[in-house]
């Protein structure tokens, strides 16, 4: 029986690993989040990108910030809320600081530093990998987070 | 889940709001209406205002000298000059801002066109005729040097830089009205007597403190303050014309505010600021018949404070060369002398330039918000005008009532009450000067402005 549970747990616990694994590094800042948000920008309307703070803003003043995972997803022409020099830079790393988390298009870069002719300067807190979709697909189907799109 | 995203949706929806009040723009005029934000401009921004006003003056006729019993132009309402009470829109602008290349934020554009009834688009009572009130852009490839080139509102009093749609009054004040919205005329109108073929007029638009020109600015953090500079060249000949000479005007504005809270048009804050503009006009003499250059300096310095209920500014203005000297006669321009003396006889009222003089001035404004819907404000401002000549001064003191009822952020409705008046101090009060300006009216005007 002792064996048996100490094997148990030991599975149990390998399993918990392998979950978590699969599940995203935001998530485990912060365990004892009950919501996990992901809001989308990719809207040139340069709005949105205000909306879009605000609504992250709002959700931790409701739930507190170990209480909710909030991921910013930002691609195509939404990706300019993360260029280094974005007007609202002091918000971004306000709420990154509060545990949001921004994520950057890797194709929507590429195809702006086509046009631009040079690779864009991205917010040094902005993670840029693969495509923002893609990242908004895994947190949403494999996670559990819900998706906004303000 | 169901209340989770009941949260979400509140989190949303108040954003939406929040984010509607809070204005994402620098917080002084010349990054205000220079600049767009970094990275978070759209391509083409289309805004604009309408202002329609109603004014009534008393509509006291010249009471003495050779245009005696015409109508006075101080109590006739511009631009037009035909009538001393009525409605007109005063301002009419729609246009449209942005980065163009949304990606590049290095570059930005600001194009504006006045469709109002002013003196922009009807100068001396002329026909009306739509024009283009701003179109530049803005360089900001150069740290600490942002560049801006076209045609824009000058580096100037505070009266005139600020935004007019938020300007808490409907009338400017005497010195801005005469000696900063500049008329630009072909002679100085000193002429006696009807040898000259119709009155003296300006020859454009009003400058109403715009030029063509080139400005170097920016906006620095300096201990807390926003510290800034603009210099400027321009050609000092008023909107979408070329140069008449080969004199640039000089523009040199300093600025420092200490902001204690907001952004945008009404952020609170104190402001310091000082400014000159210097340049040369060529102008007809009449009483030699030769044409003459003479320069024309504007300066001044000042404050402005905002801060919870409290709005307040004072400014002092000087004015050095060549100064707008009113109308002959104080008659509207156009009214032909009945006389006497014998050789006005027949001359037509016209404009005045004096070439060589001088002005001072001073304004105070405060005002109170009573509530978030109602502002009351108060003005008083004095002119002195001519102050080389003893026979030339003129001195104009107003005191504004003003009250503002905002009926949203966009939308409110402006009460002015002017108490005005005017002397000539060096002249005896029976002087033709005096009976004229005793006849001042004062003028109630009503104004509705609408941000869209």
Not at chain 1, 28 to 52: G, R, Y
Not at chain 2, 410 to 429: C, F, Q
Request: glycine share 10%; hydrophobic share 40%; with cysteine.
């Amino acid at each position: 029986m002792f064996t048996f549970t100490a094997k148990g747990s030991v599975l149990l616990a390998a399993l918990a690993l392998t979950v978590g694994g699969v599940q995203s590094a935001a998530a485990a800042d912060k365990p004892f989040a009950e919501k996990k948000i992901v809001l989308q920008i990719s809207d040139p309307n340069p709005f949105k990108q205000t909306l879009v703070l605000n609504v992250a803003n709002n959700l931790l003043k409701e739930y507190g910030t170990e209480g909710v995972e909030i991921e910013i997803v930002a691609f195509g022409p939404g990706l300019r809320l993360l260029f280094a020099d974005n007007a609202n830079k002091g918000r971004i790393q306000s709420l990154s600081t509060s545990g949001v988390e921004f994520r950057g298009c890797s194709n929507t870069k590429k195809n702006m530093a086509k046009k631009l002719g040079y690779v864009p300067v991205l917010n040094s807190i902005a993670k840029v990998e693969g495509p923002g979709v893609v990242r908004i697909v895994e947190l949403v189907t494999d996670n559990g987070y819900t998706l906004v799109k303000p | 889940m169901k209340q989770a995203l009941k949260k979400v949706a509140l989190a949303v929806a108040c954003a939406g709001g929040m984010a509607a009040t809070i204005q994402v723009e620098a917080a002084n005029w010349l990054m205000l209406q220079g600049t767009e934000p970094s990275s978070a401009a759209g391509r083409a921004k289309v805004w604009g205002f309408l202002q329609p006003t109603y004014t009534s003056m008393k509509g006291s006729e010249v009471a003495a000298g050779p245009w005696a019993g015409n109508e006075a132009q101080f109590n006739q309402l511009p631009p037009n000059l035909s009538s001393s009470k009525g409605f007109e829109i005063r301002r009419a602008r729609i246009g449209v801002r942005g980065q163009g290349f949304p990606l590049d934020p290095k570059v930005n554009y600001f194009f504006l066109a006045e469709f109002g009834n002013n003196g922009i688009t009807s100068t001396g009572g002329g026909n009306g005729q739509a024009r283009m009130d701003h179109a530049s852009v803005t360089l900001n490839h150069i740290p600490g040097a942002r560049v801006r080139v076209g045609l824009f509102k000058v580096p100037i009093s505070e009266e005139m830089l600020q935004a007019i749609h938020v300007f808490d009054y409907i009338n400017f004040t005497n010195f801005g009205f005469q000696q900063l919205l500049e008329r630009f005329f072909d002679a100085d109108g000193a002429k006696v007597g009807p040898a000259f073929n119709g009155p003296n007029v300006p020859n454009g638009p009003i400058g109403a403190v715009r030029d063509q020109g080139i400005q170097v600015f920016d906006t620095f953090n300096t201990g807390g303050w926003d510290t800034s500079y603009a210099v400027m060249l321009g050609n000092g000949n008023g909107i979408n014309r070329q140069d008449n000479n080969d004199s640039l005007d000089k523009y040199i504005y300093l600025s420092t505010e200490k902001v204690y809270a907001g952004k945008g048009p009404r952020v609170q804050s104190l402001k310091l600021f000082a400014w000159s503009q210097t340049g040369e006009r060529e102008i007809f003499l009449n009483t030699t018949s030769v044409m003459e250059t003479f320069d024309r300096k504007r300066s001044g310095i000042g404050a402005t404070y905002r801060k919870g209920k409290i709005r307040a500014a004072a400014e002092i203005l000087r004015a050095d060369g060549m100064i707008f000297a009113g109308t002959d006669g104080g008659a509207v321009v156009g009214s032909v002398a009945g006389g006497p003396p014998a050789p006005v006889v027949g001359q037509i009222a016209g404009f005045n330039v004096q070439t060589e003089e001088k002005a001072d001035a001073y304004y105070v404004h405060f005002g109170y918000a009573v509530t978030r819907s109602l502002e009351l404000d108060i003005r008083h401002d004095v002119m002195n005008r001519g102050t080389e000549v003893s026979s030339n001064e003129r001195k104009f003191t107003t005191t504004t009532l003003g009250a503002q009822w905002f009926f949203n952020l966009k939308n409110r409705l402006a009460i002015n009450y002017e108490i005005r008046s005017a002397e000539a101090p060096n002249l005896p009060s029976t002087d033709n000067a005096n009976l004229i300006l005793d006849e001042m009216d004062n003028r109630l005007s009503l104004q509705i402005t609408s941000i869209f």
